[in-house]
């Protein structure tokens, strides 16, 4: 089976946000040549496992718009051709120049802000205050740019409810098509579990309230919860386009899809495997004409099944349960169903608006 979803992994960044597990490298302007010769190369040893229309190619990071601009052209324009092309974009890095650059070449730009407050900013390390991306927003918009994501973070140490209020009144005042918003998670190893863990595990009790706030107004402001995290306009507010992310759909429904890139993970049927997370190494195999250093994984029919499970029941559509009848417990499927967490149809289970707020706890629970 051919993939039809494209991951591009470009780890430049010009800080580390101390949050971050992702494969980043700081600074390295000098790099980004040899880096996206490396994509290439890669592009070319693996495009056999590509189909021949894909559905999804999405440039992520580190900060991809962080790129040398003509080596960032460079890449756009050897990549296959895709339904859907997004890059994720840091607000500091968005320039008018950049925006018109990536205006011809991608049909979404995934805006991180996390937050509008500089107090919590500072908490995060980040670079960007909140003038930063309403300039990255507009300068997009005026290139011509008509399907922009914001990507915001609640729970962050020392943040209020009134914070949350603001963050979202200031998302909603810029007019978004997408909004994905992520509870602070403290990752293992990262500067901020070592500065913040205690207050993150102090605070976790009231993240569920800030999870049901974010909802309730994005909802309200015509938002479709079409994913645990992530929201856009309804159809009947975006001239009937359907503004859901596709790449994203692609793992959430089970697809496979290919991954270049520093520490890139790809899943192909039954194989998954992450790229290295050196660069020196990536860039120095490629160069050689061999695939980077990899870790592979065998992945059992079970697991498959497994995750399907996992990652299906996230979105607000009904999983098809064709071949995973054997994955579920009948018993707690029925359960929670009683309880009004879950609904079945005819071959088909998703979670109500009351069991999406449980999510990933109560998926766990109907696993067999």
Request: hydrophobic share 40%; net charge negative; charged share 25%.
């Amino acid at each position: 089976m051919a993939a039809r979803h494209l991951y591009v992994h470009l780890p430049f960044c010009s800080s580390r946000c101390g949050y971050c597990d992702f494969v980043t490298v700081v600074g390295r302007t000098g790099e980004h040549g040899g880096y996206v010769d490396a994509l290439l190369r890669e592009l070319a040893l693996e495009r056999p496992l590509l189909a021949g229309g894909l559905e999804s190619v999405y440039l992520g990071g580190g900060t991809p718009t962080l790129t040398e601009p003509a080596e960032l052209a460079r890449l756009f324009d050897a990549l296959p051709r895709a339904a859907e092309v997004t890059i994720e974009a840091n607000p500091e890095t968005v320039t008018p120049e950049l925006a018109e650059l990536l205006a011809p070449r991608v049909d979404r730009v995934s805006l991180g802000a996390q937050t509008f407050s500089p107090r919590l900013l500072r908490t995060l390390d980040r670079v960007a205050q909140p003038d930063d991306v309403r300039r990255a927003f507009y300068a997009l918009r005026d290139a011509g740019i008509g399907n922009i994501s914001l990507d915001l973070i609640y729970g962050i140490p020392g943040q209020e409810p009134a914070d949350l209020a603001r963050d979202l009144a200031e998302a909603l005042a810029l007019g978004p098509e997408h909004l994905s918003a992520y509870e602070l998670e403290a990752k293992p190893g990262t500067r901020f579990t070592h500065a913040h863990g205690a207050e993150l595990a102090r605070q976790a009790d009231s993240m569920e309230t800030y999870f049901e706030r974010v909802v309730e107004t994005l909802t309200a402001a015509g938002y479709r919860w079409y994913e645990t995290a992530n929201f856009c306009r309804s159809p009947e507010l975006a001239g009937g386009r359907d503004l859901r992310a596709r790449h994203n759909l692609g793992y959430w429904l089970g697809r496979d899809y290919l991954g270049i890139g520093v520490g890139a993970v790809s899943t192909i049927e039954d194989r998954r495997w992450r790229n290295a997370p050196s660069v020196a190494r990536y860039v120095a195999a490629l160069r050689e004409g061999r695939r980077p250093p990899r870790e592979l994984e065998w992945l059992p029919a079970e697991t498959r099944a497994t995750e399907r499970v996992m990652l299906g029941l996230r979105p607000d559509e009904p999983l098809t349960l064709a071949g995973l009848e054997q994955t579920l417990d009948p018993a707690e499927v029925a359960r929670y169903a009683a309880l009004g967490l879950a609904t079945q149809g005819e071959g088909t289970l998703e979670l109500t608006r009351r069991g999406r707020f449980v999510g990933g706890g109560l998926t766990a629970r109907l696993l067999a």
